[in-house]
């Protein structure tokens, strides 16, 4: 009896001893170039499964960001089912590929996990019928690919119903007033700091947000440093817009990315 037991002890060594050597933990920053573990925002498992290398990387509280497998040690031929995930632990993006290439179903979900689009791909390029979907789980839009190239597409609304005219395939945001609106707004609020004036502080700043799908504005951020009186009141003005009308691809509103220029230029310069 003894003997079994230490034999099972030993088995299990070996199992684990085994497992170590074959899993290896990279620490990634957050353009996913390795750095040490100090400094990493991401961190990497990779293991040997058969033929294929198995990876699955994580934010840095330990939740999963993705998983799949690869053909080769280098992490360059992906292969199989890829998984993606929000730092809520929540799926939202799923792929296929076959030799480093994407091939078939390709699935977005939405944070319910309810389904937000599927595309067919062959070789890395969209194939044949794409559908995207409203909140209700209605087909928003069916598009049709030959190539990677769009050769069709149909939008329906809410209720199922196709819309008929002409709807553009992609509608950027717009300021209520559209450029002239902005323009004006901004021309209206924007107030040069005295210190500014006093010490002849100029320059350009540009200001990069969000858009979101309701038309809000978020993560309001200067995109380059003149002066901070003069980045900060430009990151105030943009802050201080109103709704606008969000973008809309595939016929579902979108989130963008938007930037715009704010001139502090004094007369008498």
């Given amino acids: 009896m003894r003997k079994f037991l230490l034999l ?20 990634l920053d957050s353009e996913w170039k390795e750095v040490s573990e100090i400094n990493y925002e991401y961190f990497r498992k990779v293991f040997k499964v058969g033929k294929l290398w198995g990876v699955k990387d994580f934010y840095k509280d330990g939740v999963l960001q993705m998983s799949g497998f690869y053909l080769d040690k280098k992490l360059k031929k992906k292969h199989g089912q890829f ?3 929000s730092k809520q632990g929540v799926r939202y993006s799923e792929y296929h590929y076959v030799k480093g290439k ?23 390029k969209l194939f044949g019928e794409s559908y995207w979907y409203h909140d209700n789980g209605i087909v928003a839009s069916r598009e049709d690919y030959m190539k990677g190239e769009m050769t069709k597409y149909t939008f329906y609304n809410e209720n199922g119903e196709e819309l008929k005219g002409d709807y553009l395939y992609e509608l950027l945001p717009e300021y209520p007033g559209g450029l002239s609106g902005l323009s004006t707004f901004i021309s209206e609020n924007v107030i040069y700091p005295k210190q500014a004036i006093d010490n002849n502080i100029q320059g350009r700043v540009l200001v990069k947000f969000i858009v979101e799908k309701d038309g809000t504005v978020n993560e309001v951020k200067s ?3 003149i002066h901070s009186l003069l980045n ?8 201080s817009f109103s709704k606008w009308k969000p973008a809309k691809f595939h016929n579902l509103p979108a989130r963008v990315v938007y930037t715009v220029p704010i001139n502090f230029k004094l007369k008498n310069s």
Wanted: charged letters at 25%.
């Fill in 8 to 27: 099972i002890v030993l088995w299990c060594v070996v199992v684990f001893s085994y497992s170590q050597m074959d899993t290896s933990i990279v620490y």
């Fill in 223 to 225: 995109e380059n440093y």
């Fill in 83 to 85: 998984d993606y995930y």
């Fill in 232 to 239: 900060h009141e430009a990151e105030r003005v943009v802050k």
């Fill in 102 to 124: 994407k091939n078939g179903l390709h699935i977005m979900y939405q944070k319910d996990s309810s389904v937000y689009a599927r595309k067919l791909f062959k070789k890395d």
